[in-house]
């Protein structure tokens, strides 16, 4: 059996966008995504996330849900367009209304709520007249709309997290252009992951100026990485392995710690990587109270110079490998999600380990972590033993961790409801509570009961006849060399 510390945080994380529907009502603008999903061809599946789980009008439901399950803490975001339908000036006075409602109901069963202030659904307005992201006064309209809610929320939300997953946006929405705005650039990029970093900058000055003091809550970002393992023993595969997790990671994390980009993307990138103004260094340094990860799976990495095959492959490294010269693969032995992403345990700790070392031993929090499956629904239950053997094996390495010395403090798991997974619609299924789409009924998985016991107990059974459970240590120190 597995203690984790006394106080570990459990809970389970959605996002505005894939979970509440009703994406006209309630005063609410449109976003990127809604115009990005209403476009034919960009949803694998045909659908959009007009209605999706319907949480805007079930919210209630799906609290008194959570308590049920006995979660304790619960990671949602707020959608910008609720509170400003343009993106600026003008509050919406119901978006207010509702998402006060939500913290209140949560507060009350008990439920701290942990608050993301973007997750991706920029208002359209924003995108149409000023480019979006790539326009550089998007911070200050950022940390206005972060004010807003901090004044708004801040007397009962004390966890707040600025950004998810910025790598994302710029990566996938300004990279590959396969996720909203659907740009294609090798600079863009970069850019916007610049205007993000400042805006959370700006943000989260505002917040300690204005509202920490008072309010008592801390702040972070949500950034996600995959780990990067060295293919070969060859120092070449290794630093290719190091430079991938820089470029990924280092990206975001060395400007929060450190206040600037990784040497290493500097020098590769020379002038499409911008600089911070030795104030915004400052201001950047430092700003976040705690380290949000979202990690979910590992890939090999080796060095490669054969520019022409990244394009194309699936292992194209989010369309910068070119600028790295790594390529990625995977160990076929790996059993792998409906995503395609391997299961691999050891990869979550030595990922842990990383940035404790990097970063000097901050607190972090896993603000997501999960996997898709194509669960199917048996009379009135879903029976997802592979998603409960994911779990435990992932637990079981952010526990060993700990052990070591990580100071890993609360896992939130991706993801409360089946919800709208992006480009792929409804196909992948990643919570632990299966959603008939066609009537919105909620029906909970058996990794829903599991992950209600390990809440209530705060312990994780042993592994057992778990699959995975020769892969949580270090695959190296067992002998494997690959
Ligand atoms: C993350 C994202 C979530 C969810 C999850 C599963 O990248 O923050 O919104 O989609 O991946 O793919």
Redesign the pocket.
Known sequence: MSSFPAGFVWGTAT?SF?IEGAWLEGGKGPSIWDAFAHIPGKISDGTTADVSCDHFHRWKEDVAYMADLGLRAYRFSISWPRIQPAGRGKVNPEGIRFYAELIDALLAHGITPWVTLY?WDLPLALQLELDGWLNPALAGLYKEYAAICFEAFGDRVKHWITF??PW?VSIMGHGQGIFAPGRMSNAEPYQVAHTILRAHGLAVREYRDRFQGVQGGRIGMAN?CDWREPRTEDPVDKAAAARAVEFFLGWFGDPLYRGDYPDVMRARLGSRLPSFTSEEQAMIRGSQDFFGL?HYTTMYASHSTDRKSFTLSPFANGGISEDQDVRLSMDPDWTITNQGWGIVPWGCRKLLHWIDQRYDHPEIVLT?NGCSLPDVLHGATVDDQKRIDYLHAYLSACHQAIREGVRLGGYFL?SLLDNF??SSGYTPR?GITYVDFATGRRIPKSSAQWYSRLARTNVLPPLGTNPYRDLIGDPHESGDTR
């Open positions: 996002s894939q997750h998810n997953e994302v996600n979202n997501e991706w997974e992006w990643f």
